[in-house]
């Protein structure tokens, strides 16, 4: 008798996992707010040294426009516009009369601060704190420190939800999420701003753990893979909201509010939030299971669990077999095949992470509003998502792994050469691209749980997603080498994207093939035989797939 067994005779998708899914939308769609907000609180808007103060006791400026001041004061660059981070060592009066030779004269840092353009945003991270010229590269830093946070995350909530239940650690990380995330809107410092940010992505890696496993676990083996297209798609839906919330709040306090504020309602709805009768099975905590799945049958008009002694005995199985299996992370490198696997998808996992996040925290400089581009790279996600479930069963896992990263790698470099005045044609392939790096990401999620086997299939999952933060914490700093080379950031992007595409296709295909079960079916020739039911696919390996899609 199989947990499947039971949920069949209470509906394993009725109206009571109607109301799971909606109950755990508002926290899913906080997510991408959170993980892509840098984009608009660290923004950098245009700026210049603030001249104010000079020429203020002796009168200098006292007969100059605000233009004249500006020229005599501050170097320009070739298209005119004031340099943003020197100035003249002395006023060049000279200049008024001939800027011609404004080049070979002595030039300093900014000596009392900077003046910003305030038309976009009021106040960013960037003009809080003077995160500009020789700091810029800390605007980049609180976005690799909050995925730090994530990452650690993964590794705790991943320990604490097996552990302490899927209910129990989903309040934990809605309050955790929502108490640091509105402190990190009144930090008076830069480094407190940080560490905060740090501990809001910690957070928020519980809610995307768990939110998903609770929906994963309270609905039947034909269903789990719409389940997963709907996270994922909650994950798109944030994203977009996510734009309309900068374009309405300019000001990065009050931004991080907003994107916050819907954990408020989320810890309201906690409470109807059932614990996952799974989990309470596999713990003997045989009563309080039987209660949930008796308030599922009698939402979804079902008749009650027919014996107690039925959830008594598969309680008892799951214990056991939780006690004979006891594999860990070792695992996964003890014997040849299984490294060459944990080898492969590591890359592939790192590659597709640092593609994805390198293209969607770099908006700018493709002639569109930063608003307008964030909105259409989350738009272009949706039909991404909805036809690469199309492809994989066409062209199988392999091929659609494999050609999703080497054609966003072609986007990529397409761009590298495309002269910045055809910025309508830019967008068209950098948005095409931002679509396939996320037709990557779907397919990973779907072809790594397929490829390793059942017993070690979670550590598996564990050491990919580790990867994929690790990744996605490296791709801001990748974004600040385009001040040694405007291309280098691009090219090391599309480099990651060929290389892990080409690793792809190392991998063996997984489609219509048994999947294996023990490490041994890994080492051993792995046949062609197809597995009968369809169910086997769909069910069983959607379900990892699911688990960790919305923790993109």
Known sequence: MKFENILEEIDGFGPFQIVIIILLCAPRIVLPCHFLLNNFIAALPPHRCDISTLGGDGGLFRNLTPEQRLTVSLPVKADGVPKSCEMFAEPQFQLLANSSGSADLQTVQCQSGWVYDNSTFTSTLATEWDLVCDRKSLLKTTSTIFFFGVMMGAIAFGFLCDKYGRKNTLLASYIMAMVFGFSSAFANSYVLFAVL??????????????SVVLSIEWVDTGHRSFI?????????????????F????????????AVTAPLGFAVLTWWWIPESARWLLAHGRVDRAQYYLDKCAKFNKRQKVSSKFKLETLSNIQILEKQDKNYTYLDLIKTPKMRRLTLLTGIVWYGVASTYYGISLNISGFGLNMYLTHFIYAAIEVPAKLMVYWFLNVIGRRKC????????????VINI??????WHVR??????????SEASFTTIFLYTTELYPTVVRQNGLGYTSFMSRLGVSVAPLILLLEDVWTPLPQIIICSLAFLSGLV????PETLSVRLPETVDDIEKPRGNEVSSPSVELSGVFLESKSKTDSSQ
């Open 197 to 210: 940010r740090f501990l809001t992505g910690f957070g928020l890696t519980g809610i995307s753990i768990n």
């Open 228 to 244: 997963g297209v709907i996270g994922s798609l909650a994950w798109s839906a944030g994203n977009m909201l996510l734009a309309g």
């Open 246 to 257: 900068a374009f309405l709040v300019n000001d990065w306090r009050t931004l991080i509010m």
């Open 401 to 412: 792994q494999a050609g999703t990263l080497l054609l966003t790698g072609t986007c990529i």
């Open 417 to 422: 050469f495309l002269p910045q005045g055809l």
């Open 427 to 436: 967008a068209v392939v950098a948005i095409l691209g931002k679509g396939l």
């Open 504 to 507: 792809a296709l190392l991998l």
